[in-house]
């Protein structure tokens, strides 16, 4: 059966809209190194924060450069949660997570805030 023009323009911009749904937005952050040679501390922070600007009610999902319980309470405090893995010397883990030689394999430690879960695993 051949395909009207009216079809196949209602098929292209139903994948244009889907296309547009898929999108993530790629951001230049001009902060740190280069040429200057002067670095800046909690980039990762910075870039998460430029990245979700204007955003309310997401959740954002975050590999340890840029985890930190500071962020996580700054998106609290945009109607935004965080999931991520943190590095083991940050300093506001608590001792008690990281020991893990009494554990049992596949165990798994909570420890608990209002606003925070953390799992050592």
Same mark, same amino acid.
């Given at each position: 059966?051949?395909?009207?023009?009216?079809?196949?323009?209602?098929?292209?911009?139903?994948?244009?809209?889907?296309?547009?749904?898929?999108?993530?937005?790629?951001? =230049?952050?001009?902060?740190?190194?280069?040429?200057?040679?002067?670095?800046?501390?909690?980039?990762?922070?910075?870039?998460?924060?430029?990245?979700?600007?204007?955003?309310?009610?997401?959740?954002?999902?975050?590999?340890?450069?840029?985890?930190?319980?500071?962020?996580?309470?700054?998106?609290?405090?945009?109607?935004?949660?965080?999931?991520?893995?943190?590095?083991?010397?940050?300093?506001?883990?608590?001792?008690?997570?990281? =020991?893990?030689?009494?554990?049992?394999?596949?165990?798994?430690? %909570?420890? %608990?805030?209002?606003?925070?879960?953390?799992?050592?695993?």
């Amino acid at each position: 059966m051949p395909s009207t023009p009216a079809k196949e323009r209602k098929e292209k911009e139903e994948k244009e809209k889907m296309e547009e749904k898929e999108k993530v937005p790629v951001v =230049a952050h001009g902060r740190g190194g280069g040429c200057g040679g002067s670095s800046e501390r909690n980039l990762g922070m910075h870039v998460v924060l430029d990245a979700t600007e204007g955003l309310r009610g997401r959740n954002v999902t975050c590999n340890n450069f840029f985890t930190s319980s500071e962020l996580a309470a700054r998106l609290l405090k945009r109607d935004m949660t965080m999931v991520g893995t943190v590095r083991k010397n940050k300093p506001e883990l608590p001792p008690t997570l990281l =020991a893990s030689k009494d554990r049992q394999v596949f165990s798994s430690k %909570f420890a %608990f805030t209002p606003t925070t879960t953390v799992v050592s695993s």
